[in-house]
């Protein structure tokens, strides 16, 4: 996702794995899910730096949707950030796209934030007119007919919904996606995986595609399903939240290891991504480098998020 949002972070929407960054530097495509996927195959699990759920290839689709709970955060893994969703494109070594809508969930200078969204990458995150609150019963769907993006988000606990009818020169549907994931931050100086909010499971269910105006489950023999891992390895890097200042003016910065999340079996058409902590270390005062912005961005004063390495 790319989103500022305001505590002042800017994310994009990336799926960072160990392969070599897409033509339009958003993606990094899964080595275990090759372009050409032929279908009738369930490929073996592949390992992402910000995705867990799963990816269905081998077609060119055109809707996707399921459901889930929005997932309640606690701070137990420090500051954090998380989204569920549902999309299509953005899975291939090559993918340029990305179209999803979904639910954030996010853990932010001690404060549970939530919020419902939708994304058009190589555009920016947008925000939706649906109030969501944690435990509400979410279903999602996004609809790609040419250049027409349709993407749709209902909240069935209280009876409200939302519809955009966008355009897009050239979406991606090579890939159908549902998916928990650690949004990233960007900045001039590049872009940098956040951490992972401990949103404890989310359960998601009724995952269904629509390819060649066929519809079938997540597993349907149509196409190919690949589990996808979200690494807690530490190779994301670890990261520093500031906490604060200290007395003398210099940083206090808390150094938090990547938490990781892994899917379960599938069952019919539904499984669920469970959290896997990381842990965090004792607040640290540092120096300020010279002619460094105490917000970062340029923004308003106040807590940031960036990394040291």
């Known amino acids: 996702m790319i989103r500022k949002s305001h505590n002042h972070l800017k994310r994009a929407a990336a799926l960072a794995t160990t392969a070599t960054l897409g ?6 495509g899964i080595a275990a899910i090759p372009a050409t996927a032929s279908a009738q195959t369930q490929s073996s699990e592949a390992v992402s730096q910000n995705w867990a759920g799963y990816v269905d290839s081998g077609k060119n689709f055109s809707s ?3 459901s889930w709970r929005v997932p309640a955060v606690t701070g137990s893994g420090g500051q954090g950030y998380s989204v569920a969703w549902v999309g299509l494109g953005g899975a291939g070594n090559n993918s340029s796209a990305l179209e999803q809508t979904g639910t954030a969930s996010d853990f932010v200078n001690g404060h549970a934030e ?22 509400d019963q979410i279903s999602a769907r996004v609809t790609v007919n040419g250049s027409d993006v349709t993407v749709s988000l209902a909240d069935q606990t209280t009876g409200q919904s939302v519809t955009k009818a966008l355009h897009m020169s050239r979406p991606d ?8 994931e650690a949004p990233t931050e960007v900045s001039p100086s590049g872009s940098t995986i956040l951490p992972l909010a401990d949103f404890g499971k989310v359960n998601i269910t009724s995952a ?17 399903t ?3 891992q979200l690494s807690s390895d530490g190779s994301a890097g670890p990261g520093f939240v500031v906490t604060g200042f ?30 896997q902590g990381g842990s965090n270390g004792s607040p640290t005062a540092v120096q300020l480098p010279s002619g460094f912005a105490p917000d970062g961005y340029g923004y308003g004063p106040g807590p940031f998020y960036t990394t040291l390495r």
């Open 23 to 28: 033509a339009a530097g958003y993606f990094a």
């Open 64 to 66: 996707v949707s399921g």
């Open 114 to 135: 939530y919020f419902a969204w939708y994304e058009l990458v190589p555009a920016a995150q947008q925000p939706l007119k649906l109030a969501i609150h944690p435990g």
């Open 173 to 180: 549907t090579s890939s159908a996606e549902w998916i928990v």
């Open 208 to 224: 269904t595609a629509t390819a060649d105006g066929h519809t079938g489950g997540i597993s349907d023999s149509d196409w190919s």
């Open 226 to 228: 690949t589990p996808v």
């Open 246 to 275: 200290s007395s003398d003016g210099q940083l206090v910065v808390q150094q938090q290891s990547s938490a990781g999340a892994s899917p379960s079996s599938l069952s019919g058409n539904r499984f669920s991504v469970t959290w």
